[in-house]
């Protein structure tokens, strides 16, 4: 594919900017990190390794995506901020859930690693600069701005804390 038909500002931006509500980055990675601290976590040891549906993922598998996840898109801000040059792949997360171990871990280390995750994240991107920051990202199919990655973090814990609320805490019974 060439670069000039890759997608603009792809469509799922759109949903990390609406979760987001219009916060700038280093507000939404903000907001992200208190919302990891304020999740109820007996609430979630209750449930345990329940699902609201067959074949879908324990509470354990989401946290440990979420972290699986920001190490990903961590990684390719850092190719693109420091202009490597290579596209980063795509990867499978049906693949990487099944071969995770997260079911092993407690509630509590997942959170704690969670946490740490974004805190190490909130660093490096409040260490790049406004240049940095709108350095173009060329992926396979679309291109998006260096910042929108890490708006693009803060996005999918929230849509996958809305699912928790949604769809794991009426477990809870």
Not at 58 to 76: A, G, M, P, S, V
Not at 139 to 151: K, N, R, T, V
Not at 156 to 165: L, M, R, S
Request: proline share 2%; hydrophobic share 40%; aromatic share 10%.
């Amino acid at each position: 594919m060439e670069q000039s038909e890759a997608k603009q500002n792809p469509g799922f931006l759109e949903y990390v900017y609406k979760l987001n509500e219009g916060n700038e980055l280093s507000e939404a990675l903000q907001t992200s990190l208190k919302a990891i601290d304020e999740i109820d976590r007996v609430q979630l040891n209750r449930i345990g390794l329940k699902t609201y549906a067959e074949g879908k993922w324990t509470l354990n598998k989401i946290f440990q995506h979420l972290i699986d996840w920001e190490r990903i898109w961590c990684f390719r801000a850092i190719i693109f901020a420091r202009s490597e040059g290579t596209t980063p792949e795509g990867h499978d997360q049906e693949i990487m859930g099944k071969h995770s171990n997260a079911d092993e871990l407690s509630i509590e280390q997942l959170l704690k690693e969670l946490r740490i995750v974004r805190q190490s994240s909130i660093l490096m991107f409040d260490s790049f600069n406004e240049e940095i920051l709108n350095t173009n990202c060329q992926f396979f199919e679309y291109q998006m701005p260096l910042h929108a990655i890490g708006l693009t973090i803060a996005a999918h814990q929230i849509h996958h804390f809305n699912v928790i609320k949604e769809r794991y805490l009426p477990l809870d019974i």
